[in-house]
Nanobody, 122 residues
Framework: QVRLVESGGGLVQPGGSLRLSCATS????????VGWYRQAPGKERELVAD???????NYADSVKGRFTISRDNTKNTVHLQMNSLKPEDTAVYYC????????????????WGQGTQVTVSS
């Protein structure tokens, strides 16, 4: 099963930038859609952005124009470039991946990373 490890979180001032990375390890037949989610204290986990294997992207309205998701299929990694950060972006950010199963077309399982903290504060 694939293991996901997020990195790149930290403390940044409003208006600053961070680049999150989601690295994969383990046996991967096919990495399908990968998404970044976030969860702020007292709130539900929400989708920030996701990207299909064909690089079709989808963003939450709150981050459109500020965040960019990208992927490298040769390395099975996904990045989230976050610009113009706001205090309301403060949350734990999680990587989520849908992974295809060898020999079972259309079948996939879901894996989550442990999360990385992003804090936007002056």
């Amino acid at each position: 099963q694939v293991r996901l490890v997020e990195s790149g979180g930290g403390l940044v001032q409003p208006g600053g930038s961070l680049r999150l990375s989601c690295a994969t390890s383990g046996s991967i037949f096919r990495l399908n859609t990968v998404g970044w989610y976030r969860q702020a204290p007292g709130k539900e986990r929400e989708l920030v952005a996701d990207i299909t294997r064909a690089a079709v992207t989808n963003y939450a309205d709150s981050v459109k124009g500020r965040f960019t998701i990208s992927r490298d299929n040769t390395k099975n990694t996904v990045h989230l470039q976050m610009n113009s950060l706001k205090p309301e972006d403060t949350a734990v950010y999680y990587c989520n991946a849908r992974v295809g199963v060898a020999g079972s077309p259309g079948v996939e399982y879901v894996s989550w990373g442990q999360g990385t903290q992003v804090t936007v504060s002056s």
